[in-house]
């Protein structure tokens, strides 16, 4: 991602990157998808489960955690099976 890289590189420049921040970064940004997703579809929100932001994030978070998307997520269902 080029501004992800923009970024790691501004910050590289002012302070020695700690080892793993690859790592530490991907998990960051899954915690933050899940947390987004959550606040979506609970109170008050309440969105379905089809509404275009919803599916947009369980995609993304696919990819984060290098999913092929085969298989059925319930984002209403943490834990459900696939």
């Given at each position: 991602m080029p501004l992800l890289d923009d970024l790691l590189a501004g910050?590289?420049?002012?302070?020695?990157l700690p080892a793993g921040h690859e790592e530490l970064i991907g998990r960051s940004a899954i915690l933050l998808g899940l947390r987004q997703?959550?606040?979506?579809?609970?109170?008050?929100?309440?969105?379905?489960?089809?509404?275009?932001?919803v599916t947009g994030r369980v995609a993304r978070l696919r990819r984060l955690l290098g999913s092929s998307g085969t298989g059925r997520i319930d984002p209403a269902r943490p834990g459900s099976p696939r």
């Open positions: 910050y590289g420049e002012v302070a020695a997703l959550a606040r979506w579809l609970g109170p008050p929100r309440r969105l379905d489960r089809g509404h275009p932001m």
